[in-house]
């Protein structure tokens, strides 16, 4: 059975991009619940500030892993220790997004920053300590009989979200688009049945239509669409198929909660190289995250540059 979990990172901010995850994971039929804090407790928690003596790596929404003062250390460690599954973890920032990125690729021209792209990895957690969690996972999913089949991204720059958002005046359908993108990639990893686990997108709680125009099928079943969760049966499929979008899900389901780590963490090593960029040319330019507030400070002070750098406006400052 294959199990599918996708979430995004960085919806709301008005610079740096916005990251949709999608991470899948084949898990033996006989597990009745595709849930790795239950099937790999050993190794993971769901807890974000595991007590101490507990080496176990914390699966749980990024928001609260990246927080307090070790913040993008414990992102980095439990995103790293996963993303080194598959051949190893990549040495460099570009070798992640060429990684990550290779079947869902993003469109060029890119933004100068992307040129900085040679940042090595893991940028601040401890690389032995990375890979001795990425042998523990192995080993506890050899013994569960769980297997990791993919891990890809859509990283959209802020002069592609612009453009999107500019063509269908609906910020809302950018995130749905880029989710569905990678849902359909999944659909196509085998034949077998395949549920996914989606992040429920603001309040909305009936999917049918958009998933009927998205996927381009004349029917599907409704299995449920409440307060909770919104649960589809995807008829169209010669194997069963399941989509559901869940209120919180990060705390409803360990791979959502993973797919909201990765996309959290390409997304800080995104603004990591956009603060570079900028801090390289501006003297005593403070970092930012990229929200309103202090995205907006952030902008005022870089937008006399843009002119002599050649940069415009909207490949830095997203519209919505």
């Known amino acids: 059975m294959l199990c599918t979990g996708i979430d995004e990172a960085g919806y709301g901010p008005v610079l ?7 991470v899948t994971f084949d898990i033996p039929d006989r597990c009745q619940k595709p849930c790795l804090w239950s099937l790999l407790d050993r190794v993971i928690t769901p807890h974000s500030r595991p007590p101490r003596g507990d080496a176990r790596l914390p699966v749980c929404d990024s928001k609260k892993l990246h927080s307090g003062p070790r913040r993008f250390v414990q992102l980095e460690r439990t995103a790293a220790a996963f993303l080194g599954l598959d051949g190893g973890f990549p040495g460099t920032f570009e070798e992640l997004l060429r990684r990550l990125t290779d079947a869902i690729p993003t ?5 100068p920053w992307y040129g900085r792209l040679n940042l090595r990895l893991p940028a601040e957690a401890d690389s032995a300590e990375v890979r001795t969690h990425t042998a523990a996972l192995a080993a506890a999913m050899r013994a569960c009989g769980i297997r990791l089949v993919s891990i890809r991204v859509v ?11 500019t063509a269908t005046k609906n910020k809302s359908a950018v995130l749905f688009w880029a ?17 996914l686990l989606i992040d429920r997108q603001g309040g909305r709680k009936a999917y049918a239509s958009v998933l009927l125009r998205s996927l381009d099928i004349d029917t599907l079943h409704v299995l449920s669409e409440d307060d ?4 589809y049966t995807l008829t169209h499929l010669p194997h069963l198929t399941e989509i559901g979008f869940y209120k919180s899900g990060e705390r409803q389901h ?8 990765v996309a959290k963490y ?4 995104s603004m990591r190289t956009f603060n570079g960029y900028w801090r390289s040319r501006i ?4 970092a930012t995250a990229g929200y309103y507030s202090d995205g907006m400070r952030f902008f005022s002070q870089i937008e006399p540059h843009l002119r002599p750098l050649g940069i415009k406006r909207d490949s830095v400052l997203r519209i919505r």
């Open 179 to 195: 989710t569905m993108r990678l849902a359909v990639a999944a659909m196509s990893l085998g034949a077998e049945p395949h549920t």
């Open 283 to 286: 003297e005593g330019l403070a």
């Open 254 to 261: 360990s791979l959502i909660a993973l797919a909201s780590i």
């Open 266 to 269: 390409v997304r800080e090593l």
């Open 228 to 231: 909770e969760a919104s649960r």
């Open 107 to 111: 469109h060029p021209p890119l933004p």
């Open 16 to 22: 740096g991009p916005l990251v949709v995850a999608a």
């Open 155 to 165: 990283l959209l720059t802020a002069p592609e979200f612009n453009h999107m958002v």
